[in-house]
């Protein structure tokens, strides 16, 4: 690659959130392009001369696209499903977590402060179970727990707790950690961002489209 290839390049991997020498690296171009990044494929422009290979960027647009827009559609969704989140924060991904005998929901969650972004898994608060004979046979509420549109009435709150749901069989509240393992991060890159989700025992093949959420969204 030319000097003003490398530099087309790496522009082109800098307006993608890909940072050189992270993200991305090259290594030598004698033997080819070694730019080591998922989703990136590399055409080589002359065949007679091994040093010219260029990033087809198309392709990286396509599979960081296709990340992206599959976590904004979830971020849209949960955002407007999703009670009780804390002020600030961003649901970026949602999965589904399971203990001996129960299930509940897990959200993968980002917040901007001061000193770059904060990491976390927010769970809702668990406000204690529903009263059975609150049911007919049949699993729906009874006329006096019944609201408006035919759904569980919730009441303000619970042992002073405000309810924002009702869900695998009891109220919840509001979301909040569900470990100690809160990770900030300084700088937002898919390296960073791999490891962070590691930590937080979430899948780290999205990293590059949380990368992208958080950029836009926080």
């Avoid at 989140?85 to 999965?95: A, E, F, N, S």
């Avoid at 009874?142 to 042992?159: I, M, N, Q, S």
Wanted: proline share 5%; aromatic share 6%; with cysteine.
């Amino acid at each position: 690659m030319s000097i003003s290839d490398t530099e087309a390049v790496l522009a082109e991997l800098n307006d993608l959130g890909l940072v050189p020498g992270e993200d991305v690296a090259v290594v030598d171009m004698a033997q080819g392009p070694l730019l080591e990044c998922p989703g990136i494929a590399f055409q080589r422009l002359e065949e007679s001369f091994p040093g010219r290979w260029v990033v087809n960027v198309d392709d990286v647009h396509s599979e960081l696209e296709r990340q992206s827009e599959a976590l904004a559609s979830t971020v849209d969704q949960t955002l407007n499903s999703v009670s009780g989140v804390p002020t600030g924060w961003i649901i970026l991904d949602t999965q589904e977590a399971y203990g001996a005998v129960d299930s509940w929901d897990e959200y993968l969650c980002a917040l901007r402060t001061d000193r770059g972004f904060v990491l976390n898994v927010l769970r809702h608060q668990w406000l204690g179970e529903v009263q059975q004979d609150w049911f007919d046979d049949d699993g729906q509420p009874v006329p006096e727990h019944r609201d408006a549109d035919g759904d569980l009435k919730l009441p303000d709150e619970v042992d002073g707790c405000t309810v924002v749901g009702f869900m695998h069989g009891g109220f919840v509240g509001g979301l909040e950690p569900a470990g100690p393992d809160e990770v900030e991060l300084g700088v937002l890159t898919e390296a960073s961002v791999a490891e962070a989700l590691r930590r937080l025992r979430w899948d780290p093949s999205i990293a590059s489209a949380v990368v992208a959420a958080c950029r836009r969204s926080c």
